[in-house]
Structure formats: C-alpha cells, structure tokens
C-alpha cells in the first residue's frame, strides 16, 4: 500500500508560480511511475503530468507544456510539479498518483493522494 501527500498549494496571483510535492510512504517510490491530475471547480479530474519511476521520461498536458515541470527525488521518495506562469484557468484541486502502468488516464494509478488547492487569482 502506497500512501501519498500532497503539499504545496496555495493562493497565487497570476503569473506566479508554485511547487508542489508528493511525498511518498514507499521507500521504492523509484518502482512506480507518478502522475499529477487536477479537478477544475466543477469539471472533472484531468491529466496534467507524468514521470516514470526512475523519472528519465516525462509526458505533459498540452495545457502544462512550457510552463509546469515534474521531477523527482526517489531517494525522498517525492515527486514535484514546479508551476510558473499560473492562469486563472490553472485553479484546481491537485492530485498525484502512483502506479505500475505508464499512461495519462486514471486507470494507470492504483493509488492517489487527498489532493491540495491550488487557486490562482486574476
């Protein structure tokens, strides 16, 4: 059982930029690949990023292309998403996932973290 946490949200004005981390219980995160989702106010959960686990690939939502970057740490066992240039558009619930498939749709992440807020005002 993989727990996750997220931490790093916030209020943010337009154009700023924040970091996320994921933290993970397992000490081999290194087996899993890791995923960032986000719920926009009223929509539903979207894919934002990805990385394998020994994080030599990484694939984006072509919303977070140029301006989010994941990364991780697996000997912290966490894994980031570094936000710049935040929109509006940007403000949401994120979550990250872990999971042995590689892949942009939820089906590919067994386990999820609680999320943290990210909202981003105008």
């Known amino acids: 059982q993989v727990q996750l ?4 949200g916030g209020l943010v004005q337009t154009g700023g930029s924040l970091r996320l981390s994921c933290a993970a219980s397992e ?6 690949n890791v995923g960032w ?10 894919f934002v990023a990805t990385i394998t686990g ?7 939502a072509e919303s977070a292309k140029g301006r989010f970057t994941i990364s991780r ?3 912290k066992s966490t894994v980031y998403l570094q936000m710049n240039s935040l929109k509006p ?12 498939y590689y892949g942009s749709h939820t089906s590919a992440f067994g386990y999820w973290g609680q999320g ?5 005002s105008s």
């Open 73 to 75: 740490d697996n000997a």
């Open 27 to 32: 000490r081999t995160l290194s087996r899993y």
């Open 54 to 60: 020994s994080g030599t690939s990484t694939n984006y």
């Open 5 to 8: 946490v997220e931490s790093g």
């Open 116 to 120: 943290t807020q990210v909202t981003v």
């Open 89 to 100: 558009e940007d403000t949401a619930v994120y979550y990250c996932a872990a999971g042995l």
């Open 37 to 46: 989702f986000r719920r926009p106010p009223g929509k539903e959960r979207e």
